[in-house]
């Protein structure tokens, strides 16, 4: 399995941002996709995940009511959209796959290179 993700850039505070991840390779429906991100002395932290097709996702707290990610059954693309930026939210984003739904970064079999989130304020 292949992630590649896409979307960073530089926003001011309370902009948005939508990040893309591409998933490619052998048995993609048997995988959940998430995000998470890391600022530069820090660990994972968990941002959102979502099933294959779409109908189950999860949040991390810090980050619920502002993004939201989606995917479409039909599709193997995910979309992490990105409101009310903060510049705490400043990291780089990772996508990645795991066998079950989860929250967990010890849990992904897979992980994409990150993009870059930059939030001035």
């Known amino acids: 399995v292949q992630l590649q993700a896409s979307g960073g850039g530089l926003v001011q505070s309370g902009g948005s941002l939508r990040l893309t991840c591409v998933a490619s390779?052998?048995?993609?429906?048997?995988?959940?996709l998430a995000w998470f991100r890391q600022s530069p002395g820090k660990e994972h932290e968990f941002v959102a995940s979502?099933?294959?097709?779409?109908?189950?996702?999860r949040y991390g707290d810090s980050v619920k009511g502002r993004f939201t990610i989606y995917k479409s059954a039909a599709e193997s693309t995910m979309y992490l959209q990105m409101h009310n930026l903060k510049p705490e939210d400043t990291a780089t984003y990772y996508c990645?796959?795991?066998?079950?739904?989860?929250?967990?970064?010890?849990?992904?079999?897979?992980w994409g290179k990150g993009t870059q989130v930059t939030v001035s304020s």
């Open positions: 990645a796959a795991s066998e079950l739904l989860s929250t967990i970064d010890s849990d992904m079999d897979y």
């Open positions: 979502v099933s294959w097709k779409g109908g189950t996702s």
């Open positions: 390779g052998r048995g993609l429906g048997s995988y959940a």
